[in-house]
């Protein structure tokens, strides 16, 4: 089902900075602009190393060219974040308090 949703914003932002692909590419060091057509489609995710030459080719940062992935992370991360959280809560009641009772397998 085609779909007008764009995973990046690296073509859109390529081509206001006034740059072909083949200019893009030779900026940040590919050879060719196949890897760069990749990224843009969404088909491959750049390594690090890409990303940060990209981020400073286009002058943006790597949360904002990728903002649909950076933006799904960090949702769950705060998910991650909360379960440690309530966990490390639920430890110091439980030293705080002594032994509640069920909550382990010694009772």
């Known amino acids: 089902m085609p779909t007008n949703h ?45 990303a940060l030459k990209l981020s400073a080719a286009y002058n943006f940062s790597v949360d904002f060219l990728f903002y649909d992935i950076s933006s799904q992370l960090r949702k769950v991360i705060t998910i991650r974040r909360g379960v440690i959280d309530r966990r490390k809560q639920s430890e110091e009641g439980q030293k705080r308090y002594g032994h509640i009772p069920g909550s382990s397998s010694h009772d």
């Open 6 to 50: 764009k995973p990046n914003s690296l073509r859109k932002i390529r081509l206001e900075r006034g740059y072909t692909q083949l200019e893009a590419a030779e900026i940040i060091g590919l050879s060719d602009t196949v890897q760069l057509s990749r990224w843009e489609q969404g088909e491959r995710l750049p390594n690090l190393l890409s």
